[in-house]
């Protein structure tokens, strides 16, 4: 059996916009390979080249180098009329002049398909949107989670063999984006088409996708399950963007058997994987630490694990967790959640004196030190 | 404290509250009485009155006859005006919607720079522009003058004192007229509109039928309205530009007034053409469908 052709493939893909003398480099060298029916998202903050990239792929941009493919077809300089993908753009972009069925009736109207059949598959998707009843509204009389559905349902009747979408939910209220969230994964399940989902919100990210590419300044930092991405950030970057990490820099005083020995401060040592890294001794090396991962102790716990010391200098209740913000002996501030379970207690208080600890699994190096 | 306030306040701010809207429309509808409305009562009942040619003292007669002689006398001059305004807007249309495209769309930060060229030329007065027009065609001018010269055309060619000169007039006189609401309308669409279009599969002309042009709509109308009620009652270019055959009623109008003084039959003749003109707008706006109209503006 021959291995399936990725839905969509992207190779050594650059673009460069030009406005007047400047040269504004958007895309940097990217390679991608989304495979079928993958929930896929690119992450990445503002003006990192995400919407671009979704442009390249549905295009409306063409790459100034590299090659575009869709299920094993080279598609670079194919207009995207006559390719099949669907996109979700960012303003939704609905078609003010026509109402609710027309605007999704549209693609199917340029495609010629017969008139029955266009009512009944424009209405089926209507219901799985669940806007049944609203088909005669116009754009303009609808909420925007019911614009952002229409938005939807205009680019899935056409059953696409990819969806890209642009930050989707980005223009709608928490609690309507969680819901629509739940949502866009269901439907996605139900359809079982590619989805290219675009955010710069990482817990959204974290939640929905099969895989995520961090993307940053044009290029991807970090391409991996969500699970990985958050537990092993490969860069510096990745674990800033992703949750709260802290941050602890150090020298390697010593190397062995795939695990380090990094002195933090005076006289204070953590262990951490090498991650098959080349390491000699006195190199400068950064490590994170998921504040979840971090126990509380009045006393130096026993054991192997890392430790350091410090003062709580900021308590913030969250609800199910504590924040607790530590100023270690090392001079770095190290954050801490405890979750408020039945069984803990009050674990401490602005001004304690605490320990810190966490097994060396959860120490994760992300790399050398930054010069500086 | 709240309750410390003046009693006698909470009464007149609400007097203030009911008599604003009136208040801030007061200068518009004085503007209007003035200006439009008194003028129209005093025209249509100049209508109805007898004049004294000689001596220009006119007495209400209600001669209801006035409305129906004017017509069947004029009624030529009358065919040939909507006849030179509809080509002339026709003309505008089709050069200024292509323009007003360009530059919505492709302007960038020099719209404005290209909006102002678009207006240059109208910054010359209205008489003097037409009049260089009647340089410009003229039979030895410089366009005929060089294609005959260099046997291109006969010499027994001319525009000038033509239909098509006095067309041309008024296609080139009131162009910002359509231009301007058109890229209003067109610049107002979402460029973003346009992309989904092409992504759900339409042709470029498939987009424009289907997404630019129902968009433009209510600009299409509002450039139609502008050049061609006014074109309609124009006699300038007619006088400048054109012969002694194709007189626009516009030319008769101002002859009954200033020439013939016959203020009752110039002002019937107004009625008529404002009625016919008011006519032709609703059957337009029924025909393009007016609800859809509505919406946009
Ligand atoms: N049409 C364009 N012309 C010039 N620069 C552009 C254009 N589109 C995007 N850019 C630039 O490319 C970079 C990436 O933009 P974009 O892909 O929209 O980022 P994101 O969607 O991640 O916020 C930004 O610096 C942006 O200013
Ligand atoms: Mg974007």
Redesign the interface.
Known sequence: MEAALPAIELTGVIKEFRTGHDVVTAVRELDLTIAEGEFFSLLGPSGCGKTTTMRII?G?EEPTAGTVSLHGRDVTGV????RDV??V???Y?????MNVFENVA??LR??NVAKDEISRRVNEMLTIVNLDGRSHR?PRELSGGQQQRVALA??LV?KPRALLLDEPLGALDLKLRQAMQVELKRIQREVGITFVYVTHDQGEALTMSDRIAVMNEGAIEQLASPREIYEHPSSRFVAGFIGTSNLLAGKASSVSGGDAVIEVGAGERIVVGTRDLAIAPGTELELTVRPEKIELSAERPAGPGCALRGTVTEVVYLGTSTSFTVTTTTGADVVVFQQNSALAGDLASRGDQIWLSWQPAHSYLIGQSAPG | MPGARPRRSVPRARLGKVFAPYLLSLPAGLWLLILFLIPLVVMLSLSLQSCNNATGACVMTWHWAEFGQQLSLYHSQLLTSFYFAGAATVIDVVVSFPIAYWIAFYGGNKKNFFLLMLLVPFFVSFVIRTVVWSFILSDQGVVLGTLKHAHLLPQSFHVLATGYAVVAGLAYNYLPFTALPLYVAIERIDKRVLDAAYDLYASKRQAFMNVILPLTMPGLFAAFLLTFIPALGDYVNQQVLGGTSDTMIGTVIQNAFLTNLDYAGGSALSAVLMAVALIGIFAYARLLGSTAIEEYL
């Open positions: 549905a409306f207009p995207p009329n006559k669907n996109m753009f960012q303003s972009a609905l078609f003010p002049h549209f693609g340029r495609r116009r205009r680019a056409n």
